[in-house]
């Protein structure tokens, strides 16, 4: 079973705060997404990456810097955060070898909650 | 464009009734499109509950139901007798998506609360 921790469970900052939001996956996984979640909303993607050192924009960039350091560890950075920001975060991951126009399983994080004020 | 409608909840229902969660797509860039059940239960994060890669075809797991309706762009989430376990968040999702790598496009999510 893949594992990916997300850290912390829970912050708050407020408006102009700098934030990193942590990522680790175990199970050597190609890619990895981060997720934003908010009511009204599906889970948006905002970065994604398919290998230490990569980074792909997704559909809600504005606002965020993510960076993937290792195979294990993909970050997302709120280097001025806004009310907007306000929202629960997934990260996830998934394989990555399979046949291109096969979607694979996604493992995600349990989530953090970021509440900007 | 691309997108994901589900059922809006909340939803209640009480143990043993059956359930629906209907989901409904639009596929147009992609020529194959998967289609997922993932479920998130409280304090977890979102797992995969089920998965059709072929449109007619159905999937299955822990009772729940759904089945690839190429025609009327369907993919209807069932189960004939819930459980108070089975409330949680439910999200129809489609992908695969190049240009997000093999990220999904998922709905806004069903929560559903199932009363002993």
């Known amino acids: 079973e893949a594992a990916v921790t997300q850290s912390p469970r829970n912050k708050v900052t407020v408006t102009g705060g700098n934030v990193t939001l942590s990522c680790r996956q175990t199970n050597s996984h190609n890619y990895m997404y981060w997720y934003r979640q908010d009511t009204g909303h599906g889970l948006r993607l905002i970065h994604y990456?398919?290998?230490?050192?990569?980074?792909q924009i997704g559909d809600v960039p504005d606002g965020y810097k993510a960076t993937r350091t290792t195979q294990e560890d993909f970050f997302l950075l709120l280097e001025l955060a806004s009310p907007s920001q306000t929202s629960l975060y997934f990260c996830?991951?998934?394989?990555?070898?399979?046949?291109?126009?096969?979607?694979?399983?996604?493992?995600f994080g349990s989530g953090t909650r970021l509440t900007v004020l | 464009g691309d997108s994901v409608t589900q059922t809006e909840g909340p939803v209640t229902v009480s143990e043993s009734e059956s359930l629906i969660i209907n989901c409904t797509y639009s596929a147009t860039s992609i020529a194959y499109p998967n289609l997922f059940w993932y479920v998130r239960y409280p304090g977890e994060g979102l797992q995969l509950l089920l998965k059709?890669?072929?449109?007619?075809q159905k999937g299955s797991s822990r009772g729940f139901e759904a089945t690839y309706n190429k025609e009327t762009t369907s993919f209807h989430l069932q189960k004939a007798s819930v459980q108070e376990s089975d409330s949680a968040v439910y999200y129809c999702a489609l992908g695969p998506f190049y240009q997000g790598g093999r990220a999904l496009i998922f709905g806004t999510g069903t929560t559903v609360s199932v009363s002993p």
């Open positions: 059709v890669i072929t449109a007619g």
């Open positions: 990456s398919y290998g230490a050192g990569n980074l």
């Open positions: 996830a991951s998934s394989d990555g070898d399979g046949d291109w126009g096969s979607a694979e399983t996604l493992y």
